[in-house]
């Protein structure tokens, strides 16, 4: 038997060289997001169970197929969290975020679901979350829009479409489920087996199904737009004129419902043609019903949620995520006697401002500076015995070929750097 370990399938490792793009992302989000005044929160990995239950909904396939849940050593129930939104709610109700107040906030981190592992889709996965409560009209709803069409101008991004849908109340919704499971049954026998399945469980779903040969039928389905209460109207109205103001371009999908029960009023994606199946980048929309639903007072809610692989995916794709970080100077060290003073060294050019791998683990000149042209530095310092005596360190330029080494005094090396680093 192998003594190896490997990671659980779904579950991927992050690797040094794959980290660029992830940091690219990162920082982005945060700027802008700090931009639009949207504070960070970070909820634990582990919820009680019933927290999911009653806010995605109990019919549907995360739920019913998709949650890690195990029972403790107290015999509660508890999920790995498969999505954020709950938990920030949870977070907000139990901490006094939303009474009486309004909120803009954003979380990051990994989600889990027990799904058929492929491209785009793991079972950890990572999310950028952001969630605004308090504000009831489509102002906020657009703000989101116009917030995720500012990120992907900022990462160089193209080729997403913004797609919009309204599926107005709980109420609207009973109305039209009706309509849709008569035309459905009208084409059982076409169905495939998951859509069968969801006809009784969560119909809308089956609107969301990939499955090639139910495209024309769901097509040809009753569209949920007919049946909208004015509220609902007016709402998604006013996204669209906030959306044209902005020039921001959109299609309507009106089959476009989403996966989670808990959302009302308006849904959207961003959608790309470049990722294979797994289309959708960003998604979100409004849930005026779930803080209560979760024991907090009415309060209205609308946020979204960004794929970090797809994303990343994509600036790979599209050559927008740049070179890997490198430092500046590496800083050989030739013999023990010089070992402590190079260290030091290293840690004053850091001092001053400067970016410096130093050597450690000894090995001779030539393997050191296999090292330092390795680590992607501009100049490699050589520090030994000699240099100590001279109080001066050797300069070598990594990236000009034909340029001759040079002796720097030691107390002057920071500022030549600063200077040839320009």
Not at 235 to 252: P, R, S, T
Not at 266 to 281: K, M, P, R, Y
């Amino acid at each position: 038997m192998s003594r190896r370990i490997q990671v659980i399938r779904g579950m991927n490792d992050l690797l040094p060289e794959a980290m660029a793009g992830w940091q690219r992302l990162e920082a982005t989000v945060q700027t802008i997001l700090n931009a639009y005044g949207y504070r960070e929160i970070r909820t634990p990995l582990l919820e009680k169970t019933e927290l999911f239950a009653r806010s995605i909904g109990r019919a549907t396939d995360i739920v019913g197929k998709e949650m890690y849940t195990f029972d403790d050593r107290s015999g509660d129930s508890i999920t790995l969290r498969p999505e954020a939104t709950a938990g920030i709610v949870r977070a907000g109700i139990e901490h006094g975020l939303l009474h009486n107040q309004v909120q803009r906030l954003w979380h990051r981190g990994p989600m889990f679901r027990y799904e058929r592992p492929q491209k785009g889709r793991y079972r950890q996965f990572h999310q950028i979350d952001v969630e605004a409560f308090g504000m009831p009209g489509p102002d906020i709803d657009a703000e989101l829009v116009l917030l995720t069409a500012r990120l992907w101008r900022a990462l160089g991004i193209g080729g997403l479409t913004l797609e919009i849908n309204a599926i107005g109340t709980p109420d609207t919704r009973v109305t039209y489920r009706k309509e849709l499971v008569r035309y459905l049954e009208s084409h059982r026998g076409q169905l495939d087996e998951d859509s069968i399945q969801r006809l009784s469980k969560n119909p809308l779903r089956v609107l969301d199904s990939k499955v090639a040969e139910m495209q024309p039928i769901i097509a040809a389905a009753p569209s949920i737009l007919d049946y909208l209460d004015d509220a609902s109207r007016t709402h998604f109205e006013g996204l669209q004129a906030y959306l044209a103001d902005a020039e921001i371009a959109y299609v309507i999908n009106d089959k476009l419902v989403r996966g989670l029960d808990y959302y009302t009023h308006i849904v959207f994606e961003w959608t790309t043609d470049q990722l294979g199946a797994q289309g959708s980048v960003c998604g979100g929309g409004r849930y005026d019903g779930l803080v209560e639903e979760l024991g907090g007072k009415p309060m209205p809610g609308t946020g979204f949620a960004i794929g970090m692989e797809r994303l990343v995916d994509l600036l790979n794709q599209q050559d927008l995520v740049g070179p890997e970080p490198s430092p500046e100077v590496y800083v050989a060290i030739l013999g023990a006697a010089a070992e402590r003073q190079g260290m030091k060294l290293s840690e004053r050019l850091r001092n001053q401002g400067l970016s410096v791998q130093c050597n450690c683990g000894g090995g001779n000149l030539k393997s050191q500076l296999r090292r330092a042209d390795k680590s992607g530095a501009r100049f490699a310092l050589l520090f030994g015995e000699q240099e100590r005596e001279d109080r001066v360190v050797s300069v070598k330029n990594l990236r000009t070929q034909g340029t001759e080494q040079q002796r720097i005094a030691y107390d002057e090396i920071g500022d030549y750097l600063k200077r040839n680093l320009l």
